[in-house]
């Protein structure tokens, strides 16, 4: 089965932290994609990359930057963590050119920041 | 740009109603179109597709059918569960390579 896995279900960091989030994938997807999920305000895609050592920014970047050093790995960074950055976190790829199946997702890591 | 307007919840509805949550889309061409349910505490799963127009996708129970003329991709179901509770949401594949989400709508199923 086909699978994307976020490192962390739960997290709870400090004020000024700087913060990981990883996300690894074994389908050989080339693109793949950082959401923030909020309540009221559904998914706001923060960045995605369609190549290794390519990002593009999505809605709301600031704040966070990303790696692609290899294929199956795409790291979000939190350079200093807000507290309005406690959100839940998901990261999905998908597949190109057969789009048509959609994302896959992972299960998602909730960040606290205090 | 491409868009997804999706019913506001959250619904609550007695287990076994008939279930209906609106979708509609602005968008360039004929993109597919996505349904993705969220349980409790977990990811984003895809619940059902449609690739071009007047396909129906279905699962679970579920039905979604892509209408090019009303630019809708309503979600159906017979008969629900408390099991169907979750959020649920509508999405399109877009010109920009990336996936547009609607808002998400929360159903709660009473026993």
């Known amino acids: 089965d086909v699978k994307v896995t976020q490192s962390s279900r739960y997290l709870v960091k400090r004020t000024g932290e700087k913060v990981f989030l990883e996300c690894v994938q074994d389908?050989?997807?080339?693109?793949m994609f950082w959401y923030r999920q909020d309540p009221g305000l559904g998914l706001r895609l923060i960045y995605f990359?369609?190549?290794?050592?390519?990002?593009e920014k999505g809605d709301i970047p600031e704040g966070y930057s990303v790696s692609r050093e290899k294929k199956e790995r795409f790291s979000l960074i939190l350079e200093s963590a807000s507290t309005n950055q406690t959100s839940m976190y998901l990261c999905?790829?998908?597949?190109?050119?057969?789009?048509?199946?959609?994302?896959?997702f992972g299960s998602g890591t909730r960040l606290t920041v205090v | 740009g491409d868009s997804v307007t999706q019913m506001e919840g959250p619904v609550t509805l007695s287990e076994e109603a008939f279930l209906t949550i609106n979708c509609t889309y602005t968008?360039?061409?004929?993109?597919?179109l996505f349904w993705y349910v969220q349980y409790p505490g977990e990811g984003l799963q895809l619940l059902l597709k449609?690739?071009?127009?007047?396909d129906k996708g279905s699962n679970k129970g579920f039905e979604a059918t892509y209408r090019k003329e009303t630019t809708s991709f309503h979600l159906e179901k017979g008969s629900v569960q408390v099991s169907d509770s979750a959020v649920y949401f509508c999405?399109?594949?877009?010109?920009?390579?990336?996936?547009?989400f609607g808002s998400g709508t929360r159903l709660s199923i009473r026993p």
């Open positions: 968008a360039t061409g004929y993109p597919s």
């Open positions: 449609a690739t071009k127009a007047d």
């Open positions: 999905a790829s998908i597949r190109v050119p057969s789009t048509s199946y959609g994302y896959t």
């Open positions: 389908m050989d997807h080339e693109n």
């Open positions: 990359s369609y190549d290794v050592k390519m990002k």
């Open positions: 999405a399109l594949y877009s010109s920009a390579s990336k996936i547009i």
